[in-house]
C-alpha cells in the first residue's frame, strides 16, 4: 500500500495547493456552466425582470440606483447582467452566466477566507481553504443559485470577500487591507436584502478578536473607522436613494415578515415564526427547500457524509468558543438564517443564501477535526498501521467528498434538470410567447390570453416590446371592430379554453398561424392572425343599446336563461364597445334586485363588481373602436325567496364611488340601466 507521508499532508506545496485549487475552480465552472443555455429552461418572470433591466441599461434608457419595479431590488445584479449582455448577447444565457460567473469566483474567495480563518489553527488546518473551495464548488444548494440567474447569488461572494479583507485586516494591520474590505461591504449592500446583515457580522467579528483573542482596539481603530468609512462612501448613492424615497428599502421585508404589528396577532405570529425555525433548522441535514424551481423537492441542503462533517464542526465551533473563529461561524450561520426564519414565505434557500460559505467552512472545521482526532488516535501504533489506517481514512474522507460531487452532478443534471413539470415552473411557456411576439411585424397589434402582457418572461424574450395587450379569456375576450392593421392572438388552449373559438366565430377569415412549444403532447400556445380590415361579426343573444356619459357603448348582453333556483349562479355576458380614450380604470356593477333582503337592507341579492374581464382588461387599456365581451357571475343566495327580479348594471369609480350617468337612446338618463328581469325559483 502506498505510503502518505505525515509532512506532505500536514503542509501541501504551494504549488499543489495552487494545482488542487485550479482543478477545484475548473470542476466549480463546469457544474455551474455546462449546458446554462438550456438548464434551468426558459426564462422565469425573476430572472427576466434582470433582463429588462438590463436591455434598458444597455439600450441607455435608464441606469438606476435602485430598480423600483418587481417589488424594488439593489441594482449590482442587473448591470453585472447588463455587462454579459455586451459581451456575449442579449437572452436568457446572458442572465445565468452572470449568476454562474459569481458562483465560480465564489469558490475561489471561500479559499482565501477559510486559509485565512484556519492560519492560526493547527498543521492540518493548512488543507482548510481546499477543503472550503472544493465544498462551495459541489454544493447543490449554491450550485442551483448559481445557474438561476438571480441577485441573491452576490451574497455568498460579497460577504466572504467582506470578511476575508477584514480578518486579515485584523491579523495584519494592513490599511490596504482594510480599505479593500469596506469597498465589498459597501458592495453587498447593492447585492439582495439578506446582506444587510453583513455590517453587524463584521461587527461581532471585531468584537470576538477584542474580548477573545485580546486585540489591541486601539492599535487598529482608525483602520476600522477607514474600514466602515470606505463602505458608507460606496453605500452611499444607495443610502441617499433610500433617504429620499421612505419605504423603499423595507417595501419587500415588510410584505414578508413573520412578526406584524396587531396585538391580536401576537400568538399566531409566534407559532409562525416557531414553525418557520424548526424548517430553516432542519433544512441543512433532514429536509430541505420544497420549492421544485429551487431544489430537489425536499432534498437537505447536505448529503449523509457532508451532515455528519457539518454536524462535527458546530460540534467543535461550541466546544471552542474561546478563539474568535468559531463564535464567529456559529454567528454567521444564525444570523445569516434569519431572513428566511423570519419571512412568512418565499424560498428558504434563497433568503438563507448568506449561509452556504459558512456551512462550507463548517464542513471544514468537522473535516479538520475528524482527521486530528484520527492522527491522535493512531499515534501510539507502530509506523505501518499507523501509515495504514491513516490513508485508509485519508481515501474515506477523500472518497466521501468525491461521491457528494457526484450525487450533485446526478441530483441537478439527471433527477432535476429532467423534471419534465419543469417547463410550466420555469415559465418557459410564456418566454416562449415572447420570443414569437418578438419575431411580429412592429406594427402588428398583439392580444395575449391569460398571459398577462407585462408578464416579465414576455417582456424580457421580446425585446420589451411596446403595445402589448392582454386579457383573461376565461372571463372576456377583446375584439377590434375593423382593425386597421393584421391582429394576432396568443392563446394558451390549456388555461384558456374559450376564446380560440370564440374568435372563429367572430373572424371566420382568421386562422391559426403558429404553435408554441409542446407542453405535455399539446402547444403551450396557439397563435390566431384577424387579417387587416376583418369586421368583428359580434351577435349578442339580447341586443341592447346604451351609453355611459360618451365613453362607453353597451351593444347587448347573453344571459343563459331566464330562470334560476335560489342557489344557482347566474352568467351574463356584456358586449362593450370603446367610444373614447379613458383614463380612469372603472368598474362594472352587476347587481340581482328583488324583494327586501334583511341582509343588505335593501332589495340586493347578488352582485359581481369588478374591472371589466376580472380586472384583466381595464378601461385604460382600451381602444376606440374595441368590442370587449365581459362575462359576470352571480351567486344567488340559497334564501332567495321564488319571484321576480331584476337585473341592474352600471359603471362607477372606485376611489370616489361615484357612478357615471346612463343614456338610453330611447331618452332616459340614470345612474343605473335595469339590464332584464328573470325569475328565482325554488332551490334544488
Not at 484556519?118 to 492540518?124: H, R, Y
Not at 434569519?338 to 449561509?355: C, E, Q
Request: net charge positive.
Amino acid at each position: 500500500m502506498p505510503m502518505i507521508h505525515e509532512r506532505s499532508i500536514q503542509s501541501p506545496s504551494p504549488r499543489l495547493r495552487l494545482a488542487l485549487l485550479i482543478g477545484i475552480i475548473i470542476l466549480a465552472a463546469f457544474l455551474r456552466l455546462y449546458h446554462i443555455h438550456e438548464l434551468p429552461p426558459g426564462c422565469n418572470y425573476d430572472q427576466s425582470a434582470y433582463g429588462v433591466d438590463a436591455l434598458r441599461i444597455v439600450r441607455g434608457e435608464e441606469y438606476p440606483i435602485f430598480f423600483e419595479s418587481n417589488f424594488g431590488r439593489e441594482p449590482l445584479f442587473s448591470y453585472l447582467v447588463a455587462a454579459c449582455f455586451l459581451v456575449i448577447g442579449v437572452g436568457p444565457t446572458a442572465i445565468r452566466v452572470a449568476s454562474a460567473l459569481v458562483g465560480i469566483l465564489t469558490v475561489p474567495a471561500a479559499y482565501l477566507l477559510a486559509q485565512e480563518l484556519f492560519s492560526e489553527e493547527d498543521g492540518w488546518a493548512r488543507w482548510g481553504g481546499l477543503l472550503a473551495a472544493f465544498g462551495m464548488a459541489i454544493s447543490y444548494w449554491d450550485l442551483t443559485f448559481s445557474r438561476m440567474g438571480l441577485r441573491a447569488i452576490l451574497v455568498p461572494l460579497c460577504e466572504t470577500m467582506t470578511f476575508y479583507l477584514t480578518w486579515r485586516g485584523l491579523r495584519t494591520g494592513s490599511r490596504r487591507v482594510y480599505v479593500g474590505a469596506g469597498i465589498f461591504l459597501g458592495l453587498s449592500l447593492y447585492t439582495y436584502q439578506a446582506a444587510r446583515a453583513v455590517p453587524i457580522l463584521v461587527l461581532l467579528m471585531v468584537l470576538y478578536h477584542v474580548v477573545l483573542a485580546r486585540l489591541s482596539l486601539r492599535r487598529h481603530l482608525l483602520n476600522l473607522i477607514l474600514l466602515f468609512a470606505v463602505g458608507l462612501l460606496v453605500f452611499a448613492p444607495l443610502g441617499l436613494y433610500f433617504l429620499r424615497h421612505p419605504g423603499s428599502a423595507s417595501l419587500r421585508i415588510g410584505q414578508t415578515l413573520v412578526v406584524g404589528t396587531g396585538e391580536e396577532k401576537v400568538s399566531e405570529e409566534a407559532r409562525t415564526l416557531a414553525t418557520k425555525l424548526v424548517e430553516n433548522l432542519l433544512m441543512f441535514n433532514v429536509r430541505g427547500e420544497d420549492d421544485p424551481r429551487y431544489n430537489l423537492a425536499g432534498r437537505p441542503a447536505l448529503n449523509l457524509f457532508l451532515s455528519a462533517l457539518f454536524l462535527m464542526g458546530l460540534g467543535v465551533s461550541l466546544l471552542r468558543l474561546r478563539r474568535p473563529l468559531y463564535p464567529f461561524l456559529l454567528t454567521w450561520l444564525a444570523v445569516m438564517l434569519a431572513p428566511a426564519v423570519l419571512a412568512k414565505y418565499g424560498s428558504n434557500f434563497k433568503r438563507a443564501i448568506g449561509d452556504t460559505p459558512a456551512v462550507a467552512l463548517l464542513v471544514t472545521a468537522g473535516a479538520l477535526w475528524l482527521w486530528s482526532a484520527i492522527q491522535q488516535v493512531t499515534a501510539r501504533l507502530s509506523l505501518l498501521w499507523r501509515h495504514r489506517l491513516r490513508t485508509s481514512a485519508a481515501l474515506v474522507l477523500i472518497g466521501g467528498f468525491a461521491l457528494s460531487g457526484l450525487l450533485v452532478y446526478r441530483d441537478y443534471f439527471l433527477v432535476w434538470g429532467r423534471d419534465p413539470t419543469l417547463f410550466t415552473r420555469m415559465e418557459a411557456g410564456q418566454a416562449a410567447i415572447g420570443e414569437y411576439v418578438g419575431q411580429l411585424p412592429p406594427d402588428e397589434q398583439i392580444y395575449l390570453s391569460p398571459v398577462p402582457a407585462d408578464h416579465q418572461s414576455v417582456v424580457f424574450a421580446s425585446g420589451i416590446r411596446p403595445g402589448m395587450k392582454a386579457f383573461n379569456g376565461r372571463r372576456a375576450l377583446v375584439l377590434p371592430a375593423s382593425p386597421a392593421r393584421n391582429v394576432t392572438y396568443i392563446i394558451v388552449p390549456g388555461e384558456d379554453k374559450t376564446s380560440l373559438d370564440r374568435l372563429a366565430a367572430a373572424y371566420p377569415t382568421g386562422s391559426i398561424v403558429a404553435k408554441g412549444p409542446d407542453q405535455y403532447g399539446a402547444p403551450y400556445f396557439l397563435a390566431f392572425r384577424v387579417p387587416a380590415g376583418t369586421a368583428a361579426q359580434i351577435s349578442p343573444q339580447y341586443p341592447r343599446q346604451a351609453t355611459w356619459e360618451g365613453q362607453i357603448r353597451l351593444l347587448g348582453y347573453d344571459l343563459d336563461t331566464t330562470t334560476y333556483p335560489a342557489g344557482g349562479k347566474m352568467d351574463l355576458t356584456l358586449y362593450w364597445q370603446d367610444l373614447a380614450p379613458m383614463r380612469l380604470s372603472y368598474t362594472v356593477f352587476t347587481h340581482l334586485l328583488g324583494p327586501y333582503n334583511p341582509a343588505t337592507s335593501g332589495p340586493l341579492w347578488a352582485q359581481d363588481d369588478s374591472e371589466p374581464g376580472w380586472r384583466s382588461y381595464p378601461t385604460t387599456l382600451w381602444s376606440p373602436g374595441e368590442i370587449i365581451l365581459d362575462r359576470h357571475t352571480l351567486d344567488i343566495p340559497a334564501n332567495a325567496p321564488p319571484g321576480a327580479y331584476q337585473i341592474e348594471i352600471g359603471w362607477y369609480y372606485w376611489v370616489t364611488q361615484e357612478r357615471l350617468s346612463v343614456r338610453e337612446d330611447v331618452g332616459n338618463v340614470a345612474d343605473h340601466l335595469i339590464l332584464d328581469r328573470v325569475t328565482i325559483g325554488p332551490a334544488q
